[in-house]
């Protein structure tokens, strides 16, 4: 079982503020989620990293594939109360996740 | 199609009793996924299927837990007898297995059942 754990457990910020958060792991993956969930709900994929040092923009969120694919960061600019929820990183080599980040953004 | 379908949403039941969780996976899914989220513990991976057959059980708390897919279309994950700390929201997931080899694929989940055993 190939471990994962995100960092920070918890955050909360105010809207507007950035804010990044991680996963690390000492195995290598071949590919990395992240998803969402908000309350009541399951995970939402949000993207697939592949390829090591890989960054993918997805509006405000922005995601980096460490070079020897062992971690990786969500970076969120400007953070909305609609980004609030519980941040999960995958890895796929077995579709097990980590703790997951419970980001609260208050207005 | 309506997404992975899990049911009941909610099961309250008492120690002792036996409770059965149902999923429906997308359809043409060759992969089905069972995980339990708790806020200790996250969310873990239970078991999951291909082709209907079990891969990979490890994470199957104890012999009261046990799971079946007897077709591409259905799945359960039964836990008898059930324990108060079984309590937790069981989800299903589905994907479909891409040609090459790699999990590069997205796992549908359903909404969940909140399991609380009283």
């Known amino acids: 079982t190939q471990l994962l754990e995100q960092s920070p457990q918890f955050l909360s910020i105010q809207e507007g503020e950035n804010l990044t958060v991680y996963c690390n792991s000492s195995?290598?993956?071949?590919?990395l989620q992240w998803y969402r969930q908000e309350p009541g709900e399951g995970p939402v994929l949000l993207v697939t990293?592949?390829?090591?040092?890989e960054v993918k923009k997805l509006k405000r969120l922005t995601f980096q594939f460490g070079d020897a694919r062992k971690d990786s960061s969500l970076h969120i600019t400007a953070a909305q109360t609609g980004d609030t929820g519980l941040y999960l990183c995958?890895?796929?080599?077995?579709?097990?996740f980590g703790a997951g980040t419970r980001l609260t953004v208050k207005p | 199609d309506a997404g992975v379908i899990q049911s009941p949403r909610h099961e309250v039941t008492e120690m002792g009793q036996e409770v059965t969780l149902r999923c429906k996976p997308i359809?043409?899914?060759?992969?089905l996924f069972w995980y339990r989220q708790t806020m200790m513990r996250g969310l873990e991976l239970l078991i999951y299927?291909?082709?209907?057959?079990?891969?990979?059980d490890s994470g199957m708390p104890e012999d009261r837990f046990s799971a079946k897919m007897p077709n591409a279309s259905f799945s359960t994950l039964k836990i008898q007898p059930s324990e108060p700390r079984d309590s937790a929201v069981y989800f299903c997931?589905?994907?479909?297995?891409?040609?090459?080899?790699?999990?590069?694929?997205?796992?549908?989940f359903g909404q969940g059942t909140r399991l609380t055993v009283v």
């Open positions: 359809s043409g899914h060759d992969y």
């Open positions: 195995s290598v993956f071949s590919s």
């Open positions: 299927f291909n082709n209907n057959v079990p891969i990979d």
């Open positions: 990293v592949v390829t090591g040092g």
């Open positions: 997931a589905s994907s479909h297995y891409p040609v090459g080899g790699h999990w590069n694929t997205e796992a549908f």
């Open positions: 995958a890895g796929n080599n077995d579709m097990r």
